[in-house]
């Protein structure tokens, strides 16, 4: 094998990949301007997607503020910086961890669901069906989907905030002998408006990156059940890694170096 033309060919692939997934994105996002927009699938999708995932993100964010106020603690107090357990665990989970963890999350769950379900739309050629009824599978199926994870998913991060934050208090209060109300006050005279927006709007650019990888692959799937499969895992690992990157990509764009 030529090692230069698979070169050029992977990177090829990559490239023509990276377009058609911003086309669809871009398609899917702005679909509705032009009307009909379908109420009632995007309320549908911002229930399964917003309020069907706060069990699993609150787990997860009180777990989280836990085993962070305690590595905190734990590394702080090499320094005798124990004090300053609240200010950094607030600053980390709203900055970092909340929107972080809430959005895997959310990707596990939905950016694979909404694979699951279109592509067993697409290989059950219900789809194709649809376009012969004259409906336009974008404004039916992908915008609202994509509308409603951009939108819900700051909402979700914001419940994560607060979930982590109390778990973190928890820990603080009852294991490591801090005092609640301090511990209370220390942190909201430490964050700022800053660092909750940058928080949330991390959170609507992850929604917006889950939904796409989500409803991209699962439109795009072929070769039935095993195709289905292949579709609802390829959305997941692509939304991790988007949300990964884009992640590093945005924190270098709000921190002050």
Known sequence: MNPVAYTGRAALSILAEIGAI?????????????????????????????????????????????????????????????????????????????????????AGRSSSGMAAELGAMRVSDQIDAMSTLAVDPFK????????????????????????????????????????????IRNIDAFLTTEDVTSGLVKAGVFGFLISVMGCYYGYKSRGGAQGVGGATRSAVVASAVAILASNYIMTSLFVDF
């Open 140 to 183: 039916y199926l992908i915008s609202p989907r994509i509308l409603a994870t951009t939108i819900m998913l700051p909402f979700i991060v914001l419940v994560a905030d607060i979930i982590g934050i109390l778990g973190g208090w928890l820990v603080a209060v009852y294991a490591l002998d801090f005092e609640g109300a301090t511990y």
């Open 22 to 106: 911003s086309i669809f994105a871009l398609r899917g996002a702005f679909a509705w301007v032009s009307g009909p927009f379908y109420t009632r699938e995007f309320i549908t999708a911002a229930q399964r997607i917003g309020f069907n995932s706060l069990p699993v993100v609150g787990l997860t964010a009180i777990f989280t503020g836990a085993a962070l106020a305690l590595n905190i603690y734990d590394g702080s107090a090499r320094f005798n910086a124990e004090t300053f357990l609240p200010q950094i665990l607030a600053v980390s989970i709203v900055r970092e961890l909340g929107p972080g963890f809430a959005a895997l999350m959310v």
